[in-house]
Structures are given as structure tokens and as C-alpha cells.
């Protein structure tokens, strides 16, 4: 029996009505409507804060998935090397940038039902459509092996050897596929998502001057050494921490995944929002915990995840480092486990084949085939002995911004299509907004380059 939702309106409430047929099956639509009538009874109730809890996931996954372990490690050499004054106003806008973004992925989401990489296909042909599908897997691949890095690392802090690590990562993160329901999948990843929070008491173990760090965000001091090749890789990499092309393609086949509709749309921007608010939280807690080593004229400039934990023992304490190699593991496997499914999501869409978490293995055997083949090649690649995985690490970030003009240019061009939008499609601030990203995005790219083939304009 296949439940089907259709839009009404009952007495001015927009709500939904179950209607069945008895001559189809299709689990991923009962599922999905299963879902939806929790969503009905909260919104003709007025139960606006279950309403919301219904509603949430994408937005706070996307956002704490993007605070992975390359990013707080980013954020950690940040602190480590030029503390706390321009960098966390810095930080703070790149978070209002993502918002920015990924507001705009809700409203595509909900209103095509569509997933990012099926839009594009649709609207701009095959071509585009496996462009942009190529160029996803393989900066996910490449952002995938720094993540098994991170849970390599951040394990290794306790001693557990590397290919044991691995091996554990990939299990805990396929566990969650087992229960073959977007929703179950949704919040476990959620649950383990809050533990990215643990950045915030390793801030307060390092007792920062509190006003300090308030005063910074009032006062947006010089940049640290001026405008040279080390905080020009520092700038990027923050950039790249907060805003990349896979939060895009994540998001997007997430909402439509998890069924959301035109009437939710607000519930979306306040999911996104809150993901948006934590996760910049962490992130400056990461750069203040670490801020101790910048102080003491520590050299952390090639510190990986094991190297900052160690080296915050004499300032935040062992149980306070143990917490940071903690945070590492919990950013490395929460964003494997997303930015792998935002793989799959992409390859499903425009291979045209299933690619729901609604659905079972049997049903959609690439789908759930791309998302474990490349967690377990991304962690097989961490297992090479003298595989030159700090390069990666330092990499990804910069990669990520260089590669996002050409997605933001998709995402505005999507957004104000009539035919997929209709009415909700962007207003003139929404676009000076969206425009204004990419146009940050994409000075920083050139700033970079610039930087790259002319060293001598930036010593």
C-alpha cells in the first residue's frame, strides 16, 4: 500500500491528507509519510517547539558535519599562531556566509523535492550534471581521507593504533545506515553531531581573558604579520572550514529526502540557523583553547590533531586534552558519515537510480555501493604507510574555496529559475547576499593564487 501526501487547506492552515491505493507498494514514500503525519498533528495543534524538532536535521548536521577534523584543525593553527584578535570576528562572518548559502539549498530542497546534483541535471543537462557530479566525488574523496586522518589521529591520542582506528570509524559510522530509515539515520548522526560541543569546555579549561575575547568581536584588529603567504593558507583554510561545495549537495537531497515541503521552509532557515550558531560556537571555542600556545610562542605551525592535544596538556590539563582528541574523532566521523552520503545523494540523483536512507539495500545497491566504497577506500588510503596525508589535510580547505565560485554560481542560478521556484524564488537582497558570497568566495581564490604565482608581492 503506497501512501501518497497531498497538499490542502483546511481553514487557512496549509496541511496534508493521507491517501491510499492499494495496487502499489513503495516503502520510502510510507516511510516518508509516516514521518509527515507527526509533522501534521504537531502544526494543527500549534506545537510549534516539537513542530521545530520534527523538523530540524539537515541544517544542524550540515553545518556541525562541516566543523570536520581538517576545519578544527584549521581553527586550532589559527589560535595556535595568531590567537584571538582578527580571527574570531573573521570566523564568525565566514559562518553568516554559510547561513547564506545554505538557506538557499532549504528553499531548492522543499520546493523541486529534488537533490542538488538531480537540479542541476534536470535544468542544465547531462553534461553539467556529470561535471558536477565528478567534481563532488573527488573533492569528497580527498575531504574523506583527511577526516579517517582525524579519526587517526584523534584515537591515537589514547593509543589505539591506526588501522584499528579506521576499522572502528567505519563501523560506527555504516551502524547508523542499519536502521534503514532517513529519520533514525538522521538523528543518530545528530547525537553524535553535539559532541563537536566538547570544543567549548576545553575553551574554558584554558582561562581565556573573557574580555578580551569579547572585545574582539567589537574591534576588528590588524591582521596578525600583515597580508603574507602564511596567513593568506590561514585565511583560506578558515574560508574552506565554513563554506564548501559538498554543504550544497548535502542539504539540499537531505530535505528533499526527509520530505520537507514548501510549509516548512521556515523551520529549515531556523535548523540551518542553529546549525549555524553552533557550530561557529565550536569553532571559536577551538580557536581560544588553543590561543594558549600562540601566547607561550609555540611553534604549532605543523602540529596535526595528537601533536595540539599533547601540546594543550600543560594549559587545559590531560582530562582537557583528552576532550580535544575527542572533538577531532567526533569531527572526523560525523562529517565521514555525511560527506559520504552527500556522494551517494549526488551519484543516485543524476545516474537516476534510487538514493533515499528510506530505502532498503536491496533497493538501492549503487547508492548505498558509492557510500561505503568510499568510506572504505578513503580509509584504506589512510593505512599506507608514508602516504603523504599532511599535504592532503593542508590542502582540502584551500581546494574547497577554490572549487566553490563555479557551485555558488549554480546554486543563484537555480534559485531564480521561475519554473523551479515559482514565488519563492529570490528577492533582490537575497541575491545581493548570495552574490556578495560569491564574490568574497572568489577574491580569496584569486588572492590565493596570486599569492601562489607571485610570493614576492606577499613577503
Keep these: 500500500m503506497m501512501i501518497l501526501l497531498k497538499e490542502t487547506e483546511i481553514q ?68 595556535s599562531q595568531f590567537g584571538i584578535g582578527f580571527f574570531l570576528p573573521f570566523v564568525l562572518l565566514t559562518f553568516v556566509m554559510a547561513f547564506i548559502a545554505q538557506e538557499i539549498t532549504v528553499r531548492l530542497g522543499a520546493i523541486s523535492k529534488a537533490g542538488h546534483a538531480e537540479l542541476i541535471y534536470r535544468r542544465f543537462g547531462r553534461f553539467w550534471g556529470n561535471f558536477a557530479m565528478i567534481d563532488l566525488l573527488f573533492t569528497n574523496f580527498l575531504t574523506l581521507v583527511t577526516e579517517f586522518v582525524g579519526i587517526v589521529a584523534g584515537a591515537g591520542f589514547f593509543g589505539v593504533p591506526d588501522y584499528v582506528a579506521v576499522a572502528g570509524g567505519i563501523l560506527v559510522i555504516t551502524s547508523a545506515y542499519s536502521f534503514r530509515r532517513y529519520w533514525s539515520w538522521e538523528r543518530t548522526v545528530l547525537a553524535l553531531a553535539m559532541f563537536n560541543l566538547i570544543f567549548i569546555p576545553v575553551a574554558g579549561m584554558a582561562h581565556p581573558n573573557w574580555g578580551a575575547v569579547a572585545h574582539s568581536f567589537f574591534t576588528f584588529s590588524p591582521l596578525p604579520g600583515g597580508l603574507n603567504a602564511t596567513t593568506i593558507l590561514i585565511l583560506l583554510s578558515d574560508i574552506g572550514a565554513t563554506i564548501t561545495p559538498w554543504m550544497l549537495f548535502f542539504q539540499q537531497s537531505a530535505v528533499a529526502d526527509k520530505g520537507l515541503s514548501m510549509h516548512d521552509v521556515n523551520q529549515g532557515r531556523m535548523d540551518t540557523a542553529i546549525g549555524a550558531l553552533l557550530a561557529a560556537v565550536a569553532a571559536i571555542a577551538t580557536i581560544i583553547a588553543t590561543a594558549p600556545l600562540f601566547v607561550h610562542h609555540m611553534d604549532a605551525s605543523q602540529f596535526g590533531a595528537a601533536q595540539f592535544a599533547q601540546a594543550l596538556v600543560p594549559y587545559v590539563g590531560h582530562f582537557g586534552s583528552a576532550m580535544f582528541a575527542l572533538g577531532i574523532l567526533e569531527a572526523g566521523l560525523v562529517a565521514a558519515t555525511t560527506i559520504s552520503t552527500s556522494s551517494a545523494y549526488a ?6 537510480q534510487a538514493h533515499s536512507l528510506n530505502k532498503l539495500f536491496q533497493e538501492a545497491k549503487p547508492f548505498y555501493g558509492i557510500l561505503l566504497g568510499v568510506l572504505l577506500v578513503a580509509g584504506g588510503v589512510v593505512a599506507i604507510p ?3 596525508l599532511e599535504y592532503i589535510v593542508l590542502v582540502v580547505n584551500v581546494l574547497a574555496v577554490l572549487t566553490m565560485p563555479p557551485a555558488i554560481a549554480f546554486l543563484l542560478l537555480l534559485v531564480n529559475d521561475q519554473e523551479v521556484m515559482g514565488e519563492h524564488k529570490n528577492t533582490w537582497l537575497l541575491n545581493a547576499l548570495g552574490i556578495g558570497v560569491a564574490v568574497f568566495v572568489s577574491l580569496a581564490g584569486l588572492l590565493y593564487a596570486l599569492s601562489v604565482i607571485f610570493p614576492s608581492l606577499f613577503q
Design 12 to 79: 487557512g492552515v496549509k496541511d496534508f491528507e493521507i491517501e491510499t491505493s492499494a495496487d502499489m507498494t513503495n516503502r520510502e514514500d510510507t516511510s516518508r509519510a509516516l514521518d509527515r503525519l507527526q509533522v501534521l498533528h504537531a502544526r494543527q495543534h500549534r506545537r510549534w517547539l516539537p513542530l521545530l524538532w520534527l523538523l530540524i536535521g539537515p541544517g544542524i548536521l550540515v553545518m556541525l558535519g562541516e566543523n570536520d577534523a581538517p576545519s578544527m584543525l584549521s581553527y586550532a593553527a589559527t589560535g
Design 386 to 388: 608514508g602516504f603523504p
Design 347 to 352: 551519484y543516485g540523483e543524476v545516474r537516476r
